[in-house]
């Protein structure tokens, strides 16, 4: 495998791989860059030009072949850039990565600086240039007559002042000196940034002073590439520079990886509230992108956030510095961080970005952070905040951030110009720290640090800056002391954040679900493999951690942890970052055994940074290894001169090739060790430690993400259609992961609610899942935008991009005409809809709703509905209208996404997004040739996964929007044979549903449909039905009742079949109907059916015996235990699942088949009919063997005191249920007794009591099961299981009663 960061067993341990130069070509000339943008609008000093690699030493390594576009591209990112004597010319620092499509990685560092041009052709193109520019901008820039008027129109006098000035500093070859940009490079295989820009700095320092070096250049260059060795893990390193010693450390295997760059100066520039954003947003996966004007700012902010995911590693594409000529990477529909160069003068609203759902801005230079859409708070972020705090205040850094930054600049005008001193990068204030801290202390982080501190009992007042440690008084340290305090407070802060993981996942083994097959086949089989049990892991989790941990574990970077875990069974085996978290791992369970802290959202500190000081400190007090020192080479007479100020040409015979043996390798290490250490170096990074793992690593990438990293090298056009083709092709295969996952874990619990299977979904999960699907479709829809929104969507330059090609080049540029505004909150999608409602409407010649134009088609929706209800009809822009009247929702995005949930749950997303496409001219005007949308053949797949959504019920867009208001339309069917019309009460209705209820509605005589509005009641559970018994006539025969809302067209069906009016049936004024949702048809049966559906026969079993017995069906004993059983286990399942899965509690109550039906069945099994055509209720049976209890408590004749207890309980709920005010007549009553009994867990006294109660005898014949005492011992029994759960019951049937 090819990879700096770890090559073949043949790659040596050597410090550098290559010494690279950049700069101009004086052969070639001045070649414009045109891929670096806007360029002949700027003067010609102020143009890029491209630069070359110069030269390179050694020519190429086996291990690490040269990749020369990536370096040159990488070390001068915006390419040459010129200067004159009047311009600043200070060294720039930089460093960069180069990460290979396979993920491994090589590191750059370079110093660029400027150097005389020395060549006439040069100087002369420069004055050639600027005649040409300044002819060309005399002819655009010719005042009209009226000045003012000119200026005020344009608005531009600012700019005009400037390029007027621009102008006149001009490049004058008489009387100006030209300068060229120049750059040196190392690139190396790990990353010791602290030293390599020591090395640079000092070879750089050697051709700007007086004096020459001790030695030529090339012993310096030579030593650095062939004689200094990588340190081994654990160790220390010394060698030489030009002017002095360099030191360097690595971490042994059991700590923290290696990491080098300035943790301070990321919280120093961004505070720590942005940085744990930043952090948050990088762990979820979603699109990150930084913007400085500095690319090692960039570089410091990305390698931090990356080195603070300890154990975790970004899986996707990952460019801190993003060349200038890759920008249309920031197309890419994948997760990625990357770091774009600003050049100071445009602002974050002239950024022109493809897409900004899932993105997260970070304007570096301005202290700035945009975030994501429900972004979800990091588990103990307060506290996590706190501690972090509380380190940076002990090493003199304010937890705000550096004050130069804009937030908080008005809060710096009271300060006197002299406390601040200039610091060339950030501008910190000098002096005390506590200073610093007394200045934040108005901010409103701090105060919120601080109320939280209060509780846990410490002060900040007291915290004072960091006291050196006594040990650091006995170690004499090698560095000098600001580097060894940046080396300790990158432990700490490190610590700190691993800390956070270790307490998160301390038991996260025991959830691993390890394949039961061999490696091969679970590797084939990987796609379809769940390797992590995340409902049991969430389940365990406090409350408040839930949002975020349930999105994390959906994340490319959580699966690929996992994947090592599994893949890794021994310790010889273990990758080293895995060794490390498992280690830390087991000292928590270990301390956990003593003080079980796990499972609660109890803060724990770090309390390893100790002993990680101490090693560092330890290795840099005692230099373990010191590496030969440079010396003379066998040079030619005459070689090795150099003129001040330039830096030479280098001798490359001496230099591309290495010493024939290497006096170090061979003293110090055996090939075994170097070859280990190659490993362990190589793993540091990537993770991988033999062929086996490394395939198989390859092959899990691919599997989330697509394009893994983009090739930087110079873009034909082929180059760049053959990357939009791994995007598409990418996003295809996603969108086929996702619904197949989706799927199967609805599918999942479904089955569990049938009883096959156990649970494995929670709400948070589905949540989680559904967001992800919309940042899929948000990706999407981005991917090839041809048009940069407006938020208003009506004045689009459609045209604002155009790809103009450039027949001399054969490249392809971007030529930026116009920049609209950018807002926040933009959506892709929402932008299609939009311009396709507009379109919609543009085509309709009048502008009514009601018209075809609007209403797609009045096909109704295939719903088990009565053709009384009329149907609801499809349409895509009434689905739009309904989003957008919700005021609640505030953003494009917001707009967007709950459109999709909608869509969801009405089942008809991919029948929409086919329509929404299937206007092409649109699509076309939108979209570039390459974009997922249109490629015909993908998008056709893309929609044939999402219509496999249709399989299973969402309720996604119901339980999310729980305060918006709905309106919902009633149906009331009485019999047809028993007049309806003839009714003369006055009747009402109240609907409740799993959020709420609508109170009592009065209803117009004799009209019975109608439309109303409330706040969302969630799914429907029970409607009361009655009326107040007015009039002639107040009988009234209802069928059924049907609600549906009208949003989401969910259609409920309340079965009745009982009269409401005195004398008839059980006398009852009023019912509670307990409904059940309609399940729609397959979308499949797309014609028109005008017959009604069979229908069940409505579910209330007629509740009385009447002279025909056989007008219900009489079940036999074994039927009646086996409903009873039914519907108990029915309950306890209910109770299993987790809380916001569990669905309708009064439909297992009240039924069809639910608990009240069945002992229904019980007490009517045998029951004696005394009279013809008189109905015996079995509520009249329960109020006999009341009178019997209360009589025997008169004559005080009562058996023993348990027994009386349950007769006075029993007593007490029969006189409460006949006390209440409503009308619900006896099975009504009977109803109400089953549910308390059911909520205070007395149904099985009652069943006792009433089985030994010598009015049973009197009522019951000798065959029934009440008299049945071994039936009557299994149904306690039965009963008794419902006793451990805490069973609430919805108000709608225990109303008026207070017992």
């Known amino acids: 495998m090819s990879g700096g960061s770890g090559g073949g067993s043949s790659a040596p341990g050597r410090f550098a791989d290559y010494f690279v130069i950049c700069g101009l070509d004086t ?34 390594v086996e291990w690490n072949p040269f990749d020369q576009d990536a370096v040159g591209m990488l070390c001068m990112p915006k390419g040459l850039a010129f200067k004159t004597q009047a311009d ?12 290979r499509e396979d993920g491994s990685r090589t590191f750059g560092f370079s110093l660029t600086f400027f150097e005389e041009v020395t060549s006439k052709q040069i100087c002369s193109a420069m004055q050639t240039l600027y005649h040409m520019h300044n002819a060309e901008y005399d002819i655009l820039h010719t005042p009209p007559t009226n000045d003012k008027d000119s200026c005020s129109s344009t608005g531009d006098c600012n700019g005009t002042s400037v390029s007027k000035l621009q102008r006149f500093n001009s490049y004058d070859i008489s009387r100006d000196t030209l300068y060229v940009s120049k750059c040196i490079c190392l690139i190396t295989p790990m990353s010791f940034m602290k030293a390599c820009k020591k090395v640079l700095e000092q070879l750089h320092q050697a051709v700007t002073s007086p004096q020459p070096p001790p030695l030529p250049l090339e012993s310096y260059i030579y030593n650095i590439l062939y004689e200094v060795p990588l340190p081994p893990a654990g160790r220390s390193l010394k060698f030489s520079g030009v002017y002095g010693p360099i030191i360097c450390q690595r971490p042994s295997t059991n700590e923290l990886p290696l990491f080098d760059f300035p943790v301070k100066e990321v919280f120093e520039l961004l505070g720590v509230e942005n940085v744990v954003q930043l952090f948050t947003c990088a762990l979820l996966e979603f699109q990150i ?11 410091t902010v990305a390698e931090t956030i990356t080195a603070l995911m300890f154990p975790f590693q970004w899986q996707h594409v990952y460019v801190p510095i993003l060349p200038a000529s890759l920008l249309h990477f920031l197309d890419a529909p994948v997760p990625y961080l990357m770091g774009l160069h600003s050049n100071g003068l445009d602002d974050r609203s002239k950024l022109e970005l493809p897409q900004e759902a899932n993105l997260c801005f970070v304007d570096v230079d301005n202290h700035f952070i945009e975030l994501p859409e429900d972004l979800p708070q990091f588990p103990n972020k307060l506290e996590f905040i706190q501690e972090i705090s509380e380190i940076l205040m002990a090493f003199g850094i304010p937890p705000e951030g550096n004050l130069h930054c804009s937030e908080s600049a008005s809060k710096m005008k009271s300060l006197r110009a002299c406390d601040l001193v200039s610091d060339k990068r950030n501008g910190n204030i000098a002096g005390s720290p506590l200073n610093s801290y007394e200045l934040l202390k108005e901010n409103e982080t701090i105060a919120r640090l601080q109320a939280l501190v ?43 954040f691993a800390n956070r993981f270790t307490q998160m996942f301390a ?20 796609e379809q493999m769940q390797n992590f049990d995340k409902a049991s892991f969430l389940s365990d989790q406090p409350e408040p951690y839930l949002p975020f941990l349930s999105r994390f574990l959906e994340t490319q970077m959580f699966a690929s942890f996992i994947d090592n875990k599994i893949m890794c069974h021994d310790e010889d085996d273990k990758d080293p970052v895995l060794r490390v978290f498992d280690s830390r791992v087991d000292k928590i369970r270990l301390l956990n055994v003593r003080t079980p802290t796990l499972r609660t959202s109890m803060y724990q500190k770090c309390t390893t940074t100790d002993e990680a000081e101490k090693s560092i400190e330890l290795r840099l007090a005692k230099i373990d290894h010191t590496a030969v020192h440079p010396h003379l080479l066998d040079m030619k007479i005459g070689q090795g001169k150099y003129e001040l100020g330039f830096f030479p040409k280098l001798q490359s015979d001496v230099l591309s090739t290495g010493p024939a043996s290497n006096k170090w390798t061979k003293r110090n290490a055996p090939a075994q060790w170097r070859r280990k250490d190659r490993q362990k170096q190589h793993t540091e990074h990537l993770r991988l430690d033999n062929d086996q793992r490394e395939k198989y690593i390859q092959e899990a990438r691919n599997l989330g993400s697509t394009i893994r990293q983009p090739k930087l090298s110079n873009l034909s056009p082929s180059v760049i259609a053959q990357t939009n083709w791994k995007f598409v092709e990418g996003l295809l295969k996603e969108c086929r992961n996702k619904t197949k996952r989706m799927l199967v874990e609805k599918m999942g619990r479904e089955a569990v609610e049938l009883g096959h299977g156990e649970v494995n979904i929670t709400g948070v999960e589905e949540n989680t899942l559904i967001a992800s699907l919309c940042d899929l479709l948000e990706r999407i829809w981005s991917h090839g935008l041809q048009v940069k929104q407006d938020r208003s969507c009506t004045a689009f330059v459609l045209e604002d991009r155009a790809s103009v090609y450039s027949a001399s080049t054969q490249i392809w540029a971007f030529q930026t005409t116009r920049r609209p505004t950018l807002h926040k909150g933009k959506s892709a999608l929402w932008s299609h809809l939009l311009h396709y409602l507009e379109n919609r409407q543009r085509k309709t010649t009048s502008g009514s709703f009601s018209t075809s134009g609007i209403l797609l088609d009045s096909e109704r929706r295939k719903s088990d509905t009565s053709p009384a209800m009329s149907p609801l009809r499809i349409s895509l822009i009434q689905d739009m209208r309904h989003i957008q009247n919700i005021s609640e929702i505030k953003t494009d995005v917001g707009k967007a996404r709950a459109w999709v ?20 001219e649109l699509t076309k005007k939108l979209y570039k040739r390459y974009a997922f949308l249109r490629c015909d053949d993908e998008k056709e797949q893309f929609l044939y996964h999402l219509l496999s959504f249709n399989a299973v019920d969402y309720f996604c867009f119901t339980n999310v929007f729980t305060t918006i208001l709905i309106p919902y339309h009633i149906l009331i069917v009485p019999s047809k044979k028993l007049g309806g019309s003839m009714f003369t009460a006055n009747p009402w209705i109240c609907i409740s549903g799993e959020l709420g209820e609508t109170g009592v509605l009065q209803i117009p005589r004799n009209i019975l449909e109608m439309t109303f509005e409330c706040q969302n009641l969630g799914k429907l559970t029970t409607v009361q039905i009655g009326h107040d018994n007015s ?21 409920y069906k309340f079965p009745c079949g009982r009269w409401l009016g005195k004398g008839m049936d059980d006398g009852s004024l009023e019912r509670i109907l307990v409904g059940e949702l309609l399940t729609s048809h397959t979308e499949v049966d797309e014609r028109q059916c005008r017959t009604p559906p069979l229908q069940q026969s409505p579910s209330m079993i007629r509740r009385f015996v009447t002279i025909s017995p056989n007008n219900k069906p009489k079940l036999n004993t074994g039927q009646i235990q086996e409903a009873i059983g039914e519907a108990v286990n029915g309950i306890v399942k209910h109770f299993h699942k987790p809380e916001k899965e569990r669905g309708s509690l009064t439909l297992l109550l009240c039924g069809e088949s639910g608990l009240v039906s069945a002992l229904e069945q019980v007490f009517q099994h045998g029951f004696k009919s005394p009279r013809l055509f008189k109905n015996v209720f079995i509520w009249d049976f329960l109020e006999k063997a009341q009178t019997y209890y209360e009589t025997l408590e008169q004559n005080e004749m009562v058996p023993e005191e348990n027994w009386q207890t349950r007769a006075r309980n029993f007593c007490r709920f029969i006189t409460a249920i006949n006390n209440t005010p409503r009308n619900i007549g006896k099975d009504g009553k009977f109803q109400m007794l089953v549910c308390l009994g059911a909520r205070d867990h007395l149904l099985h006294h009652w069943i006792a009591l009433l089985a030994d109660c010598p009015i049973t005898a009197q009522m019951y014949e000798d065959i029934a099961l ?23 019951l919805e108000a709608s049937l225990v109303k008026g009663i207070d017992i």
């Open 27 to 60: 052969e070639t000339g001045l070649e414009p860059d045109e891929l670096s943008g806007e360029n002949f609008e700027q003067t010609p000093l102020r143009r890029t030009f491209k630069s070359k690699v110069l030269a390179r030493y050694p020519e190429n």
């Open 88 to 99: 600043s010319r200070e060294p720039q620092f930089h460093s960069f990565i180069i990460t």
């Open 289 to 299: 992108l930084l913007y400085s004007q500095h690319y090692q700012r960039l570089m």
């Open 454 to 496: 209060k509780r846990t009992g410490v002060s900040l007042e007291k915290l004072g800056v960091r006291e050196e440690t006594s040990s650091k008084k006995d170690l004499k340290i090698q560095c000098d002391e600001e580097e060894f305090k940046i080396y300790q407070l990158n432990i700490h802060i490190r610590e700190v």
């Open 507 to 526: 038991d996260y083994e025991v959830f691993v679900i390890q394949p039961s097959q061999d490696k091969e086949s679970w590797f084939t089989n990987r």
């Open 901 to 920: 949930r909608l869509s969801m749950e009405k089942k008809l997303l991919s029948r929409h997004l086919k329509q929404l496409l299937s206007d092409h």
């Open 1031 to 1051: 009039g002639l006539y107040a009988k009234w025969l209802v069928e059924y009742v049907m609600v549906r809302n009208e949003i989401t067209g969910h259609t």
């Open 1266 to 1288: 009440i008299k049945d005492h071994t039936l009557v011992n299994s149904l306690i029994r039965v009963l008794q299981t419902l006793q451990e759960f805490n069973i609430t």
